[in-house]
């Protein structure tokens, strides 16, 4: 459904912050020889935080590239309000893809959460970076100002949010699509492959989460996050 | 999401047909063997085409298996008309994962396609077998009475439906919560990586096609067809 080429300026490059005059690193430098960027091009440079703008490439070299701010972009594609997943840590490679699909999908943040039938317990330093570089990529192949933060696993009793908290659970009655609240932050939580535990879902009903179906059959751990993501991006934002 | 432990008779065993004494083969011997299932034990045999019943181990030994047939089981959890999901061509393992998801969230058919910007234009009939079987796999865990058809690949201009086509454009105006009719066939068609022409999009709609939106942000197209499915499994079905 993506495509890759865009308007003028169809190249997103992350930097630190949006100034008159930006200096890449030498990864970002490979990255728009690999492009075939010459000096004088318009790219688009944003700073993941949700600033977006138009600039021109002044100095391009081996390993330094110089870039003039031009006009800022607004309208980006983000939610109106946050939307953060909370998801239960998974085997494998597998929360890589959760993260990239969850950050197409326009989530601002990763919660990952250890649950009681969690077959994880912890992430390692070096694969909790990876994830935060995936979804780095995932933002600027997706055209998202904003870079979704991967945060540290917490028990999910530690859990808090703002705004209202949807919980996907089998053989819950209530949709998404009717019970979805912009006006407010949203999180979603999703369990690890055992499922989350009736006292887990209790406990988050009785703090104010709404669980919600996700159909009548039984879904993957890292299909279901996905899942919910896409009905609320099929609601338009 | 997923519990892979259920109530009596919770292993499921595809059969080529639902009789009195069913004979299985090889390799799902195997598995019963894996699972520590023994004689005298209840299990759940399904033929794939939507039929499913109980059945109990009558003969077990290193490489025969013979079940009696049970009660029927009724109320599975499939959707009101047969859903198709209509999907061009992907690079790689990335129809492997496409197929997976799609089988949990309850299609009925795997329809793939070539089209205009497809980067692959076939499929081999090793690989299409493999899909076949990962959609059986896929049922199974799932708990669906039905294995979804996965059908080698059609030009799309060649395309035909029953009830509804919904295609996945980005910047389409129309939600599926809002277009979705359950009282026919429903069929979703996801493009390319490098997206269908407006060409193509204009044919589907010339012919009746809807165009729905997955939100602002553009998807990769592996993650469209999960998105669009889980839209439609989040309404209920």
């Known amino acids: 459904m993506s495509t890759r080429t865009g308007p003028a300026g169809g190249h997103r490059v992350l930097v630190?912050?949006?100034?008159?005059?930006?200096?890449?690193?030498?990864?970002?430098?490979?990255?728009?020889?690999?492009?075939?960027?010459?000096?004088?091009?318009?790219?688009?440079?944003?700073?993941?935080?949700?600033?977006?703008?138009?600039?021109?490439?002044?100095?391009?070299?081996?390993?330094?590239?110089?870039?003039?701010?031009?006009?800022?972009?607004?309208?980006?594609?983000?939610?109106?309000?946050?939307?953060?997943?909370?998801?239960?840590?998974?085997?494998?490679?597998?929360?890589?893809?959760?993260?990239?699909?969850?950050?197409?999908?326009?989530?601002?943040?990763?919660?990952?959460?250890?649950?009681?039938?969690?077959?994880?317990?912890?992430?390692?330093?070096?694969?909790?970076?990876?994830?935060?570089?995936?979804?780095?990529?995932?933002?600027?192949?997706?055209?998202?100002?904003?870079?979704?933060?991967?945060?540290?696993?917490?028990p999910l009793h530690a859990l808090t949010w703002e705004g209202q908290l949807y919980v996907a659970q089998p053989g819950a009655a209530t949709r998404i699509v009717d019970a979805l609240d912009w006006t407010a932050p949203v999180t979603i939580l999703t369990g690890p492959e055992g499922g989350l535990t009736d006292e887990e879902v209790a406990g988050l009903t009785a703090r104010g989460a709404q669980a919600v179906t996700l159909g009548p059959r039984i879904l993957r751990a890292e299909t279901a996050p996905v899942a919910l993501l896409g009905a609320i991006a099929a609601l338009g934002r």
């Open 16 to 154: 630190p912050a949006l100034s008159a005059t930006m200096t890449l690193g030498p990864r970002e430098v490979r990255h728009l020889h690999v492009l075939r960027v010459q000096v004088g091009d318009m790219l688009r440079v944003f700073d993941g935080q949700g600033h977006e703008a138009l600039a021109v490439v002044t100095v391009l070299d081996d390993t330094r590239a110089e870039l003039a701010l031009g006009s800022t972009l607004v309208g980006v594609a983000e939610t109106p309000h946050p939307l953060t997943l909370a998801a239960a840590l998974l085997k494998g490679d597998k929360l890589a893809e959760v993260v990239r699909a969850a950050t197409e999908l326009g989530v601002a943040r990763v919660q990952l959460l250890i649950t009681a039938r969690a077959d994880v317990r912890e992430i390692g330093a070096q694969k909790l970076q990876r994830l935060s570089r995936i979804a780095a990529e995932a933002a600027k192949q997706s055209r998202r100002a904003v870079v979704p933060l991967v945060m540290e696993p917490i």
